[in-house]
């Protein structure tokens, strides 16, 4: 059982590019999430989905878009990488809704920098 | 805006002391609070969770909640250099989606 895998773990981008950040769960879960972390700061929340073929903004959605077409994959896509999207990205997955399981599993993270 | 704070630290204690991190939240709808240890350069890890006011004890790590006062905390005893980490407070309610702090240093002096 891996969890969450993130890759790639760094990525160095020159402003303009584009790429893909890509998240896998082997735990069958439903929910997944994309957050940012910038130095110092909590877990900003970009994207989420409760299920494949269905995502939602979350707090910081702009200038990132997301696809779930199945249930382990939850790639994050950047457009036009910007030096403001220079941060630390986590994926991360829970099973459903009940409160009893509402723990959020961590990917290792992936380190973007945009220069 | 739905906010979580915590203070930033850092926290610095003595090997074998008590340390108290705190939390506050702005939504009265928040139903599940959880803590989040995050060593330097790793992802954040679950420590503990509750949803009822009260204590909720788990090895050397207490959580404490206040619904009333939108507080909450967590104690750990008999602290070790390991447990120097950054704490991240987080809320969720009757949505899908947690809120996080911006989280404590906590320093673990010899």
């Known amino acids: 059982n891996a969890g969450v895998t993130q890759t790639p773990k760094f990525r160095i981008l020159k402003i303009g590019q584009s790429m893909t950040l890509q998240c896998t769960q082997d735990?069958?879960?439903?929910?997944m999430y994309w957050y940012r972390q910038d130095p110092g700061m909590g877990l900003k929340l970009i994207y989420y989905?409760?299920?494949?073929?269905?995502?939602d903004k979350g707090e910081v959605p702009n200038g990132y878009n997301v696809s779930r077409s199945t249930t382990e994959d939850f790639p994050l896509r950047l457009e036009l990488a910007a030096p403001s999207q220079t941060s630390v990205y986590f994926c991360?997955?829970?099973?459903?809704?009940?409160?009893?399981?509402?723990?959020?599993?961590f990917g290792p993270g992936t380190r973007l920098t945009v220069t | 805006q739905k906010e979580v704070e915590q203070n930033s630290g850092p926290l610095s204690v003595p090997e074998g002391a008590i340390a108290s991190l705190n939390c506050t939240y702005s939504?009265?709808?928040?139903?599940?609070f959880f803590w989040y240890r995050q060593y330097s350069g790793k992802s954040p890890e679950l420590i503990m969770f509750?949803?009822?006011?009260g204590d909720k004890e788990d090895g050397r790590f207490t959580a404490q909640l206040n619904k009333a006062s939108q507080y909450v905390s967590l104690l750990i005893r008999d602290s070790q250099p390991s447990d120097s980490a950054t704490y991240l407070c987080?809320?969720?309610?009757?949505?899908?989606?947690?809120?996080f702090g911006t989280g404590t240093r906590l320093q673990v002096f010899p």
């Open positions: 991360a997955s829970r099973r459903d809704q009940q409160a009893s399981s509402y723990e959020q599993y």
């Open positions: 735990m069958n879960h439903n929910y």
């Open positions: 989905s409760v299920g494949a073929g269905i995502t």
């Open positions: 939504d009265r709808g928040s139903q599940s």
């Open positions: 509750i949803y009822s006011n």
């Open positions: 987080a809320v969720g309610g009757v949505t899908d989606k947690l809120i």
